[in-house]
């Protein structure tokens, strides 16, 4: 049996009057555990209220598939007291980490203490509150560590494909260039006219600006490049099939090719194959230098983005394009949007800046495309409007996923409301986005939705913020 004692170790029975705690004691039920066993499963329902008189008892959240420790309580304690207030399945799991000792007080005879005494009414919601706050931190800091692993998951994705790109280009343009300096070099030993030279260096700077100014009708490629294979085998070039394709991007045609080889058809010297060799090699050497320049620009277009995206080195508050906010977002996501999402975009360009907290409006951005996202399971439409409205900007995020069922719409901003299974979701995203909205740019967000399509809508004021 629980005795008065034990409850008088806590501060929160402190305040019930001495026939109370007789009864608390009477009617609590004695729950001993050993180590390592379950007291209660994160997302069952609210039991009661637990009075630990030994032992320890971890806590722990599931995030992602893993149960992560987020505190403990060691004897004399009392918790379960929020899912008995909130009637809401349980926040946590509970289990034993060493042999426990706990009494469960029923939830309405906690109820009952609760309403007959205000003082232990206060006690008690100080306690939840400073426990939900808590846990909300706990999961606030996975949950920005979960954003900055999707952040980092989406970048590394794209950074893949343009660095493999340089990589590709400054181990292959080496051995090139080498070559390139040989066939030089066997060249000017053999003295050849000035004239001579300069139609070979005309048809190469000709091909160079092709390649760099994509001048070449790429429907025409194939057929150019049946061409000139047919004319390299007759001409007997070795390694004609690997000839062909360069010197086709490089918008060389057979007629360049009769004139500058006409004089070496009969030389049985290097000369005859070498010229064309160098032709196709500096096109080859080309289209390998602005592959990696293309890859390096694209390396910097998206470190830029991130930068951009995050408000390095700029101050907390500062004017903000929302359009560039919202792209900035969508170039980190753009692994996720390939496959079978199309974004459309309906922006009014006319907009001015927004004073905001930049990095922050980005998560809200974040939140919301994000969740669009999965809405619509890999295929569907994601549609971005911007407006204005009055002394707002108004920003909808529409998708065409399922939809939010009716009956949860309203409760769908709550802080650890979440229609996801338990460990896939925090039930803070959405509550970061009102927060963000309304607490630090006095703004509003609301939500529209049925099967097939939801909407977002955020309106940011115009004027400026004061400082939070």
């Not at 000839?243 to 058809?265: F, H, I, K, Q, Y």
């Not at 949860?408 to 299974?421: D, G, L, M, V």
């Amino acid at each position: 049996m629980l005795c008065i004692e034990d409850l008088s170790k806590l501060a929160l029975f402190q305040h019930l009057p001495l026939e109370r705690l007789h009864w608390v004691c009477d009617r609590a039920q004695k729950v001993e555990l050993a180590a390592g066993e379950t007291l209660v499963q994160e997302g069952a329902p609210a039991r009661g209220v637990f009075v630990l008189v030994a032992g320890q008892i971890g806590i722990t959240r599931i995030s992602d598939g893993l149960d992560i420790p987020i505190g403990q309580h060691k004897a004399p304690a009392v918790f379960g007291e929020t899912p008995v207030l909130t009637d809401e399945p349980m926040l946590v799991t509970l289990h034993a980490l060493t042999a426990c000792v706990t009494y469960e007080i029923a939830g309405d005879d906690f109820l009952t203490l609760l309403h007959e005494c205000r003082a232990f009414e206060r006690a008690v919601f100080q306690l939840m509150a400073r426990r939900l706050r808590g846990v909300e931190s706990f999961v606030r800091g996975r949950e920005k560590m979960a954003a900055l692993g999707t952040l980092a998951a989406g970048l590394a994705h794209e950074l893949n494909n343009p660095a493999a790109a340089v990589v590709h280009a400054l181990r292959d343009v080496v051995p090139a260039l080498a070559e390139l300096q040989r066939m030089n070099l066997v060249y000017g030993q053999r003295q050849i006219e000035a004239a001579h030279t300069q139609q070979w260096l005309q048809a190469r700077d000709e091909g160079y600006e092709t390649i760099l100014h994509d001048r070449l009708d790429l429907t025409l490629l194939s057929d150019r490049e049946e061409e000139l294979l047919e004319w390299l085998e007759a001409y007997g070039v070795s390694n004609a099939w690997n000839l062909a394709a360069p010197l086709s991007l490089g918008g060389v045609t057979v007629e360049t090719l009769n004139m500058l080889t006409d004089r070496w058809r009969d030389d049985p010297t290097e000369l005859k194959d070498m010229g064309v060799h160098w032709l196709a090699l500096s096109f080859d050497v080309m289209s390998m230098i602005k592959s990696g320049l293309r890859g390096a620009e694209r390396i910097a277009a998206l470190v830029q983005s991130m930068k951009a995206y995050s408000y390095l080195d700029q101050g907390v508050q500062q004017l903000v394009d929302v359009h560039q906010g919202i792209e900035d977002t969508l170039q980190i996501f753009s692994h996720r949007l390939k496959p079978g999402i199309e974004v459309r975009r309906c922006y009014d360009r006319s907009l001015p800046q927004v004073n905001a907290y930049g990095s922050e409006l980005n998560q809200v951005w974040t939140h919301l495309i994000e969740n669009a996202i999965e809405a619509m399971a890999g295929n569907g439409c994601l549609k971005i409007t911007t407006a204005r409205d009055g002394n707002s900007v108004c920003v909808e995020i529409t998708d065409s996923g399922t939809g939010i069922p009716p009956e949860i719409q309203s409760r769908i901003f709550e802080t650890f409301f979440t229609t996801k299974p338990v460990g896939k979701g925090t039930g803070l995203g959405l509550d970061i986005v009102r927060r963000i909205v309304e607490n630090r740019h006095q703004g509003t967000i609301a939500l529209e939705s049925q099967p097939g399509e939801t909407c977002f809508s955020v309106r940011l004021p115009l004027a400026t913020l004061k400082p939070t």
